[in-house]
């Protein structure tokens, strides 16, 4: 029962370094998104991928790419880290992508740039 | 625009009273809307959903939702809270075709911390 799976689990970079999230899931989704957690701000939707071979910004794209690798992976990438960049980053998927979809979340990538 | 606001930043009862979290929407077509709960360095776990089916929605651990489309309200109760279910519980709502953003994203409200005393 893996479910969504991240890693790492967390991280510690110095301001211009680069990385990659990693996220799989298992449970045979079409769609697949990341977020960031900042206290007091709820969720917001970085990038999304409704299906395999497709991707979509969402509300704070700013400083991210991502890439769907096949229809279990989806990355992140921070190609030059920043402060404003510390956070907790959350993958999740779904079934499909269309209102009333549940979505399935991973626990997290909690990331700190100094 | 779709929106969600969470009108309790904090909530703390006692254990075996019931519990209330707030939860109000703004959509002008019939939303999605669901309650996540998030337990400490934890993913986010699906408690229930309302996908205009029946009004009263019956989650896990004992949790329902009232969906009110006259007052705009999706409130989140439990008939006794248990020291378990100490956590932060996030309001979501679907966005829906045609109505601005992406249809399937999520909104997220800013969430409502509950703390259980013994």
């Known amino acids: 029962n893996a479910g969504v799976t991240q890693t790492p689990k967390f991280q510690v970079l110095k301001t211009g370094q680069s990385m990659t999230l990693q996220c799989a899931q298992d449970?045979?989704?079409?769609?697949m998104y990341w977020y960031r957690q900042d206290p007091g701000m709820g969720l917001r939707l970085i990038y999304y991928?409704?299906?395999?071979?497709t991707t979509d910004k969402g509300e704070v794209p700013n400083g991210y790419n991502v890439s769907r690798l096949n229809k279990r992976e989806f990355s992140l990438r921070l190609e030059s880290a920043a402060p404003s960049q510390t956070s907790v980053y959350f993958c999740?998927?779904?079934?499909?992508w269309g209102a009333g979809q549940p979505q399935h979340f991973g626990d997290g990538t909690r990331l700190s740039i100094l | 625009a779709q929106s969600v606001t969470q009108l309790d930043s904090h909530v703390s009862v006692s254990e075996g009273t019931p519990v209330l979290l707030r939860c109000n929407y703004s959509?002008?077509?019939?939303?999605?809307l669901f309650w996540y709960v998030q337990h400490p360095n934890k993913g986010l776990q699906l408690l229930l959903k309302?996908?205009?089916?029946?009004?009263l929605v019956k989650g896990i651990n004992g949790f329902e939702a009232e969906f009110k489309k006259s007052e705009t309200s999706f409130h989140l109760t439990k008939p006794s809270a248990h020291m378990s279910d100490a956590a932060e519980y996030f309001c979501?709502?679907?966005?829906?075709?045609?109505?601005?953003?992406?249809?399937?994203?999520?909104?997220f409200g800013k969430g409502t911390k509950l703390s259980v005393k013994p």
């Open positions: 999740a998927s779904s079934e499909a």
């Open positions: 959509s002008s077509y019939s939303p999605s």
């Open positions: 309302y996908t205009s089916a029946a009004t």
């Open positions: 979501v709502v679907s966005v829906r075709r045609n109505y601005g953003g992406s249809q399937g994203n999520l909104i």
């Open positions: 449970m045979n989704h079409n769609s």
């Open positions: 991928s409704a299906s395999e071979g």
